[in-house]
């Protein structure tokens, strides 16, 4: 079946480092979208990147869609207690379905 | 602007009780998601509507599970009888469009079945 892995599941840094996680797709996506959510919370769109080896930033955070279509990262530069949250890569296999990986949840510590 | 609004926030039931969760889209949005989300499982996608139409519900557990979308505003997602096991979060989600769009969600209702 159409499934979108991400790893790691889980990421513990320290605020001020850097922040990626991964994800990966055994078929080719028509395009990629990442959400966060807050503890609590629900997922909340961030980006969407259409295009083959696509690379978009927003502040510090920076996305990247692999040349195959099939991985994406998201980075953060320089974490803070702000960036808590577990984020969601989600990905569209060309029907109308979107797909969510597993989430990375990342913890900040202070 | 109103975001997608859902209902009850929390619900807390006893097992074999029906339990009915709603949904208000965004306004003008064609596409309506409900989700299951659980530490074990992750987000599942139970099922969808396009232009209040049912599309694709092989994500709903089994036949205890229905889902409604009446008119272009309004949705509901039922459970009966319930049971321990369908305690989750269920999020509803709109998009502007059918396919390759953002999906906008709902605060969710936190469901408990005793």
């Known amino acids: 079946g159409q499934q979108v892995m991400q790893i790691p599941q889980y990421q513990h840094v320290q605020e001020g480092e850097d922040f990626t996680t991964y994800c990966n797709s055994s078929?080719?996506?028509?395009?990629i979208q990442w959400y966060k959510q807050r503890p609590g919370g629900h997922p909340v769109f961030l980006i969407q990147?259409?295009?083959?080896?696509e690379v978009k930033k927003q502040k510090r955070l920076t996305f990247q869609f692999g040349e195959a279509k099939k991985n994406s990262s998201l980075h953060i530069t320089a974490t803070q207690t702000t960036d808590v949250g577990t984020y969601f890569c989600?990905?569209?296999?060309?029907?109308?379905?979107?797909?969510f990986g597993t989430g990375t949840r990342l913890t900040i510590i202070p | 602007d109103a975001g997608v609004i859902q209902s009850p926030r929390h619900e807390v039931t006893e097992m074999g009780q029906e339990v009915t969760l709603r949904c208000k889209p965004i306004?003008?949005?064609?596409?309506l998601f409900w989700y299951r989300q659980t530490m074990m499982r992750g987000l599942e996608l139970l099922i969808y509507?396009?232009?209040?139409?049912?599309?694709?519900d092989s994500g709903m557990p089994e036949d205890r599970f229905s889902a409604k979308m009446p008119n272009a505003s309004f949705s509901t997602l039922k459970i009966q009888p319930s049971e321990p096991r369908d305690s989750a979060v269920y999020f509803c989600?709109?998009?502007?469009?059918?396919?390759?769009?953002?999906?906008?969600f709902g605060d969710g209702t936190r469901l408990s079945i005793l």
């Open positions: 509507f396009n232009n209040n139409v049912p599309i694709d």
């Open positions: 078929t080719t996506l028509s395009n």
């Open positions: 989600a990905g569209y296999f060309g029907n109308e379905k979107l797909t």
């Open positions: 990147l259409v295009k083959s080896g």
């Open positions: 306004s003008g949005h064609n596409s």
């Open positions: 989600a709109s998009g502007p469009s059918h396919s390759n769009q953002p999906q906008h």
